[in-house]
């Protein structure tokens, strides 16, 4: 199968399921991580050309700090021990966001994972990291003010990301939380009750077969689509 689409996945109900459980809400973190491995291991064979996850917002920085604290030090565990399987899949990773309010440690791992990853033609998992699509686009903006070129093309290439086709949001939520507006322009989205450490590759067979089902226009009429 030739992967073609380009999915943003707004992930939800961490928290929520951890609470369900009465566990610390890190234990839902913990579970959302194993959600991601399972998520991205199916992506490729369900067509999945490039998978964009957000890990941490720029406004997460206003939860608790031992969360904060918990979950930057899970994405890191992550890096480490799972950049061999990634390898070996394919995976390309990518990180979007700020990095200057992280750890050493934790950049470090980014960079390192994507330098190991560079290769990776299967599936480009971008992770978005103290992220904030607003700042994106004014960092964009000041690219183009020095280049003095204004536009379209020009501000996707600033941006450095592909237009996202499906955003699936979990846990009931239907918001877009500042998650790349610009990319977002024509995505269909996909919104579901489950909790995202619940969220199986069925769950995401399902939200694809949902997408595959919609009459993309872009603004035409359906025969004008591409
Ligand atoms: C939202 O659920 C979830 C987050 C803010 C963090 C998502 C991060 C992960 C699943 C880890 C990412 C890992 C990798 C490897 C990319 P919530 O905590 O707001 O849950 P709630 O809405 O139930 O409170």
């Not at 999915?7 to 929520?16: A, L, P, Y």
């Not at 009465?22 to 579970?31: E, I, N």
């Not at 918990?70 to 021990?81: G, N, S």
């Not at 791992?109 to 480009?124: D, H, I, K, N, P």
Request: with cysteine.
């Amino acid at each position: 199968m030739t992967s073609t689409l380009h999915i943003g996945i707004i992930m939800d109900g961490n928290g929520r399921w951890a609470e369900r459980r009465s566990h610390p809400r890190t234990a839902g973190h913990r579970a959302g991580v194993r959600a991601v491995r399972r998520i991205v291991e199916s992506a490729p064979s369900l067509g999945v050309r490039s998978l964009t996850v957000y890990a941490f917002s720029a406004d997460n920085w206003r939860r608790p700090e031992m969360e904060v604290r918990a979950l930057l030090r899970l994405l890191r565990t992550y890096l480490i021990y799972e950049t061999d399987r990634l390898i070996q899949q394919g995976v390309r990773i990518q990180f979007m966001g700020r990095r200057d309010r992280l750890s050493e440690t934790l950049v470090e791992a980014m960079e390192t994972a994507e330098l190991r990853t560079r290769s990776g033609e299967c599936l480009t998992l971008r992770i978005a990291l103290d992220y904030s699509s607003r700042e994106a686009l004014v960092d964009a903006a000041k690219s183009m003010a020095e280049a003095g070129r204004f536009d379209r093309q020009f501000m996707a290439e600033a941006l450095g990301t592909e237009d996202i086709d499906l955003v699936i949001r979990t846990a009931g939520e239907q918001r877009l939380s500042d998650f790349f507006l610009w990319e977002c322009a024509y995505a269909e989205f996909v919104f579901t009750e489950r909790l995202w450490p619940d969220f199986s590759t069925q769950d995401m067979k399902a939200a694809i077969e949902v997408y595959s089902r919609r009459t993309r226009k872009f603004g035409g009429l359906p025969a004008m689509a591409s």
